[in-house]
């Protein structure tokens, strides 16, 4: 019984998150979209730059104490203060030191800009901090339902308020403050629902405590997040600003649909697979349930855009932003595999120490820093191609090192995956052969029709199939209606 109700919890959690990130990714693309065609390519670019600050300074804040509580079968009130006040001194910490190199920042890459508008977009890390201890605690008791509205009205309001002002000209302040804003409703309103008082009192022994596992953690999100960011820093300096923004716009609307599936998932099945953490045969099925998942939606997805992508740029976003198409064609296919490493990711966590985990890690980042040597010098588009090939190698040490501790062989993992991979590669290969013959239609009438032929070639090939995730995506939506 206690198992059927984790896993109905589980689904429950999916179908809300879920529904939550894919109305919130439609928002975040409507106002990208006013937004884009409102700034400069430079503007984007500045904002990228800024962007490896923050999601440095956000792991540093984090510190893995939060992956940590939630992997523990009891957290104490002493537990959640201590972590609550490391967070928020180590964010005044580094919000400080920030802003004593934003000038420094804004000389390198000759956009005065950034000295102003750093005061600003750096206070998202002590307002973050606020976040983390109920978010925790929200997530250990599944309430997804709670989270999913609160994230969405964030990503609303900050989303209405970031178009507002790019019509009025307000240029990159309108991304700041979109930034700002949804991080801080967020914080609002998690601790006016959940007013959490305690009389426990800090203790570094309790931070001692969960620090070996939290540390490791620590390190290996701080080496994935420069990594993932720094190529970013280089092209703004060697390339130009506006360059950046094209190759940071694609980045962006990739990250929509997969950064908010591996989220919706990845966010409930985390605390679920550390539940399980001592079932080894729960572990592996519940490991190959998500991978089919996430698998059954990224794969049409990711592939679907490739194919739409020249008539979904020109029309969504005009001629000023159709330099960004190769990238995006290029960096739509690492979507495919850096979802499936991230779940295998969650079994590390959940069944290591952390050393393994660390370990790999340094194994990554010493093949990505081969990769960028080479592809930077030799443009952006090689440095796109360059991050789709890492996405591939992420994957593959990642999940080889994952099937270590769990039961589930090379073989079981390739029949999860590989009949959805190949109904995709023919929805792919028909909208190929569609093209010629719907050339002389509408752009909107040739999307709409790419659309409904790609929908309906992949649920048809599922269901000849018998694609797991097929019901399993039914299971969700019957499940969220209920709800």
Known sequence: MAAERLEHKVVSGVAWSFSEK???????MVVSIIVARQLAPSDFGIMAIMTF?????????????????????????????????????????LYVLLLSVAQPIATLYDAPIIS??????????????????????????????????IVFLSSLVSGVVAVVMAIAGCGIWSLVAQRLLMMGIKAVAFWYIRRWRTSARFSWAALSAMAPFSLRLLATDLIASIYNNVAQLFIGKMHSTSALGYYAQAQKLKDLPVTSTVQAVQGVTYPALAKLQDDDKKLADGYLHIVRLLAFVLFPTMLGFVAIAPDMFMLLLGEKWMPTVPYFEILALSGIAYPLSVVSYNILKVRSDGRVILRLEIVKRVVQTAILAITIPRGVESVAWGMTAMALVEYVVNTAAALRYISVGVGRLFTALVPQLIVAAVMFGGLYLLEPYVTELGIVLRLLLDVVVGLALYLAGSYVLRIKALNVLFQMLRSMLKS
């Open 53 to 93: 600050f923050t999601s440095v300074s956000l792991a540093i804040v984090d510190s893995g104490f939060s992956q940590t509580l939630i992997r523990k079968q009891s957290p104490t009130d002493e537990e959640y203060r201590s972590v609550l006040g490391f967070n928020v001194v180590v964010s005044v910490v």
């Open 22 to 28: 894919l109305l919130s990714m439609v928002v975040q």
């Open 116 to 149: 102003d508008i750093a005061p600003v977009l750096f206070l998202v890390l002590p307002i973050n901090s606020l976040c983390v201890v109920q978010t925790v605690m929200f997530t250990r008791e599944f309430r997804f339902a709670l989270l999913s509205k």
